[in-house]
């Protein structure tokens, strides 16, 4: 099983960057997917996740309205678009999976998912 995720980087505050995260070694499309983050100093923290047909999502409080989490089955792939982004926001951002949806507080523990990522760096700069 491998999980990669993609497309972190450095950007202005405001600004927006599209993460991926690529599957591969087991059935996507019946995985739940996750995006976590941590921070320097900081616990690993749930961002948002999305079911297996993209029929349900979840998001942190802080990042409602900013970022959007999709998939694409037919590509193995899930994302996490993330605009007008904040320093705050700063972290390396980790993508996982999970067999079940089994509700929020299953959804937010990060010990709850199967597969993880190696995670990708986001640097927002004020």
């Known amino acids: 099983v491998q999980l990669q995720a993609s497309g972190g980087g450095l950007v202005q505050a405001g600004g927006s960057l599209r993460l991926s995260c690529a599957a591969s070694?087991?059935?996507?499309?019946?995985?739940?997917m996750g995006w976590f983050r941590q921070a320097p100093g900081k616990e690993r923290e749930f961002v948002s996740a999305?079911?297996?047909?993209?029929?349900?999502?979840y998001y942190q409080d802080s990042v409602k309205g900013r970022f959007a989490i999709s998939r694409d089955n037919a590509k193995n792939t899930a994302y996490l678009q993330m605009n007008s982004l904040k320093p705050e926001d700063t972290a390396l951002y980790y993508c996982?999976?999970?067999?079940?949806?089994?509700?929020?507080?299953?959804?937010?523990?990060?010990?709850?998912?199967?597969?993880w990522g190696q995670g990708t760096q986001v640097t927002v700069s004020s």
């Open positions: 996982a999976a999970r067999r079940n949806w089994g509700g929020t507080k299953v959804l937010l523990a990060p010990a709850q998912y199967d597969y």
């Open positions: 070694g087991y059935t996507f499309s019946n995985y739940v």
């Open positions: 999305i079911t297996w047909n993209g029929g349900n999502t």
